[in-house]
């Protein structure tokens, strides 16, 4: 087949031994392609590194906000807020505060007659729960206004609120020279009452009271006796005279401290919630149920108590004419189980 014959053929011209066909290599393509990827890797590797600083730098800031609230609760303060995130703590326990006395039952008062005790309670056990419910603490009051329950309903109220721990506050009445805060508790001197006792009267103290009268157990004058609300009540309980309404000195005190009084009752309060294990030092709940006191538990269908080791015993009489030797009081939270049975052994529900 002639040259010819193949291009008609085939419409080309036929390759011929040793001849081949020509690549054309373009070299100056090939060096800008070479150059655009070596930019394109340069790019990549820059910005994965960009990246991985930026992933580092926020693992860094966030553990900076671990640090700070852990430090935050270490020492229970916030006074480095300012520049460090805050993360409010929340504990996990109830508190029942009872303002003593309320509506027609003004309480005691002053010498002008004026100050009623019924409106120190309440004022101070709102202050308590605002400080309080600030740190997470669930609060119930027995009286949200003026008005007066009788002390079975209080007891109650504060069973039935679930309550871990209760307290109930008044202010003590007597002679002028009498002054200074004194804290009660059930006479079976139960372990976790007595603690919350102390702890509140510490604080207190170290703010600064006119006398320290110390945590007493059972009833002024009586000490076979309970105040009711430290007898029907389940969870460890005490009853805080807070100063004597009759002393210019106590009541002066009282005003002057008002907020630090309800701040360092409220710190107490936590304290003794964590000490008892009722929460973590991070404010979570490990006590399983209401926290219970080991004073007998008042059962109120049979109007009995249950001692710690399965005893049943009646409240103790109590003769409501008792006075201390030196105190007159005039506080009407007298015991209200006149009627009710001695108990043999003396023990007292
Ligand atoms: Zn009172």
């Given at each position: 087949m002639?040259?010819e014959e193949?291009?008609e053929k ?5 390759v ?13 393509r090939i ?17 994965i ?9 926020s693992?860094?800031?966030?553990s ?10 270490d020492d229970?303060s ?5 520049t ?8 996990q326990?109830?508190?029942c505060l009872d303002?003593?006395?309320g509506g027609?039952d003004?309480?005691?008062?002053d010498k002008?007659?004026k100050?009623w005790?019924k ?12 400080y309080l419910?600030?740190k ?7 009286r949200d206004d003026?008005?007066?329950l ?5 007891c109650?109220?504060?069973n ?8 109930s506050?008044?202010?003590?009445s007597?002679?002028e020279?009498?002054?200074g ?8 001197e ?10 509140l009267?510490?604080a207190?103290?170290?703010v600064?009271i006119n006398?320290?009268r ?9 000490p076979?006796?309970n ?10 309980s005490c ?7 009759t002393n210019d ?6 005003d002057?401290?008002f907020d ?16 008892l294990?009722?929460?973590?030092e ?5 006590h399983?149920g209401?926290y ?8 109120r269908?049979?109007?009995t108590?249950m ?5 049943v ?9 008792a ?5 007159k ?9 006149t ?11």
């Open positions: 002639t040259d193949f291009r085939y419409g080309r011209d036929p011929k031994p040793g001849q081949h066909t020509k690549v054309k290599v373009y070299w100056d060096i800008i392609a070479l150059v655009l990827i070596i930019l394109l890797i340069f790019g990549i590797v820059k910005g590194m960009a990246i991985a600083g930026a992933i580092k730098g693992d860094d800031s966030s900076e906000v671990t640090d700070a609230a852990v430090s935050v609760s229970g916030s006074d480095d807020s300012d460090q995130p805050q993360q409010a703590q929340s504990y326990f109830i508190v303002p003593g006395h027609e003004g309480g005691a008062t002008s007659g100050r005790e409106d120190d309670t309440f004022n101070m056990c709102s202050k308590i729960k605002e419910e600030a997470g603490v669930t609060v119930v009051l027995t003026d008005r007066l009788s002390l079975e309903e209080i109650i109220a504060a039935d609120s679930k309550a871990d721990l209760f307290v506050i008044h202010r003590n007597a002679d020279k009498f002054k805060v004194e804290i009660w508790v059930n006479n079976h139960p372990q976790a009452d007595t603690l919350l006792a102390s702890n009267l510490t207190l103290d170290r600064g006398e320290n110390n945590v007493n157990y059972g009833f002024i004058g009586e076979q006796s105040y009711q609300v430290n007898r029907q009540t389940h969870m460890p009853l805080v005279e807070l100063g004597f309404i000195k106590d009541n002066e005190l009282l002057k401290n630090a009084y309800a701040e360092a009752m409220a710190d107490s309060l936590i304290q003794t919630a964590k000490e294990g009722i929460v973590n991070d404010g979570s709940r490990l399983e209401q219970l006191s080991s004073k007998p538990q008042w059962n269908e049979t109007n108590y001692t710690e080791n399965g005893e015993v009646f409240a103790d009489a109590i003769d409501p004419n006075e201390d030797k030196n105190l009081r005039t506080d009407v939270e007298q015991p209200q189980q009627t009710q049975q001695t108990n043999n052994d003396g023990t007292v529900g």
